[in-house]
């Protein structure tokens, strides 16, 4: 493995490109053979249901470089699953696990070289990609579907270490309805939130606070991040069905368990918010961020939180970052290892 000549500490979390990605096409009912491309573009139909329908879904992993120097990536086989619950619920062909695994594990291999060094605090971005790519014109599923997976190096999330974050909560938009596809990772999902979550960075916080979109009572997500709080000895996340079911945070509730916390996943009300000693957000890019305050856009009522980490929350990212990079015992099996990389 050539490991390329990259600034890693000052790497951005954003796109970069990378030597190959692999495609699968889905024709006449079923899934050829994987190819792989050196191109980072995508020849398309006109009429594809995903360019017209949104008839798209995606995930996002990360492959890791271990102190040991191997390279591990996190619960792969819940991404696989979550793409297939997304499919079934946009009608897109389904992808098996062995489709899955071997696309993503294929195109980390190609891009070895790019796998940030340990200690850098950067991270191999895994992208799998699921598109309608058939022609209609009537809003019709797909009869062709294309499956990718491109990787991109991205730096670490916190540049200046793991510091507290002020969200904004949101009562004019919505980015899902309560029977619509909010607990999939279909792109409508995101463009929907897009004005909100703009919108909120430009009056300076990192991200948006959505409450459930029926009564805007209770807590919904965190941009694209589920929400947590800590009360006491107890690790509270919200139960909704309009939320993505994050693995970081199911991975965040055994931590908590195996380290002695209760866990609570139920709905929870916005006045119950100053009543909890820590918040976050919580998912795979940053593992956990914090949050330092939260500001209702609409009322201006604000909540704090401390301007440091809390003890658990800390507590609770180090202990998943270390199961990650091979420097805590992976006691659940949750890593795959990639051998000869
Ligand atoms: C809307 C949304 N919620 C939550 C998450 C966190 O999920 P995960 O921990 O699986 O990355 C993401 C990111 O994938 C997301 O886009």
Request: hydrophobic content about 40%.
């Amino acid at each position: 493995m050539n490991q390329k000549n990259i600034d890693w500490a000052n790497l951005p979390f954003s796109y970069s490109k990378t030597d190959y990605n692999v495609r699968t096409y889905f024709r006449d009912g079923k899934w050829g053979a994987m190819e792989i491309s050196s191109s980072e573009y995508v020849p398309m139909h006109i009429a594809a249901t995903s360019l017209h329908y949104g008839q798209e879904a995606f995930e996002g992993l990360k492959a890791y470089r271990g102190k040991d120097g191997k390279v591990r990536i996190f619960r792969w086989q819940e991404n696989a699953k979550r793409m297939r619950r997304s499919a079934y619920g946009i009608m897109l062909a389904e992808v098996t696990d062995e489709i899955f695994y071997h696309s993503i594990v294929k195109a980390i291999e190609l891009n070895a070289g790019y796998i940030p060094p340990y200690g850098t605090g950067a991270t191999l971005y895994v992208r799998p990609l699921l598109v309608g790519s058939g022609a209609r014109v009537g809003v019709k599923p797909a009869d062709e579907y294309m499956f990718m997976v491109f990787v991109t190096p991205v730096g670490a999330y916190f540049k200046e270490g793991f510091k507290p974050v002020a969200v904004q909560v949101v009562r004019d938009i919505d980015r899902a309805a309560p029977l619509g596809t909010g607990k999939f990772k279909v792109g409508g999902n995101y463009a929907a939130g897009m004005r909100a979550s703009e919108r909120a960075h430009d009056e300076g916080f990192a991200s948006v606070l959505f409450l459930d979109a029926l009564e805007k009572r209770y807590i919904d997500e965190a941009g694209p991040a589920n929400f947590f709080g800590i009360k006491g000895n107890t690790y509270i996340t919200p139960q909704s069905d309009s939320i993505l079911p994050s693995i970081t945070n199911m991975s965040l509730e055994q931590i908590a368990k195996d380290l002695g916390l209760k866990v609570e996943r139920r709905r929870v009300l916005f006045e119950e918010l100053p009543t909890f000693e820590e918040v976050g957000a919580c998912g795979t890019a940053a593992i956990i961020s914090p949050i330092k305050k939260i500001v209702d856009k609409s009322t201006g009522e604000t909540i704090t939180y401390g301007e440091e980490a809390g003890p658990v929350s800390t507590k609770l990212y180090h202990q998943l970052r270390g199961i990650q990079e091979g420097t805590v015992e992976d006691i659940h099996g949750w890593n795959t290892i990639i051998e000869g990389i």
